[in-house]
């Protein structure tokens, strides 16, 4: 559990488990979410300051399809109305994002989502398909993203 806990850093626990980590844990009440579950240690994560939040939604971040931000598919879609699943095993005709999507967090907010492929040969980060709330721009985000991978261009293209 206490993995877990350092892994996702928000979690459901089963009634059971509580007693097994009540003194490393606070519960946190988030409205429509179930009883949710910290680290003590994690707690000045949550309580951060509005006017650290609005610094940070100035910035995109693209996540990756693991992260333990979006890990628990129930908590993510209680919290930010973001019903997310990694489709690189879905066959392609039923993906609705892309093989690859990666959710983009602006401050703490789910907006959307990129799926991007390396075109190795040309040098290229190439977005296949992308949906950004309006207002947002991930363009930094793909471009860091490009650079990472030595690539030297982004491009969008159509499935």
Known sequence: MLLKLRQRRLVTLKRDEVPLVKDKVLPVRIPDCPLL???RDDLPLLAAPPSALATAADSLHLLAPLDPIIYDRVITS???AFDYIWEVYTPPPKRVRGYYALPVLAGSDLVGHIDPKADRPNRKLLIVSRQIRRGHSATAGT???AAFLGLRTVASTRR
């Open 37 to 39: 579950y910290c680290l």
């Open 78 to 80: 209680r919290l930010w």
């Open 143 to 145: 471009k860091q993203l």
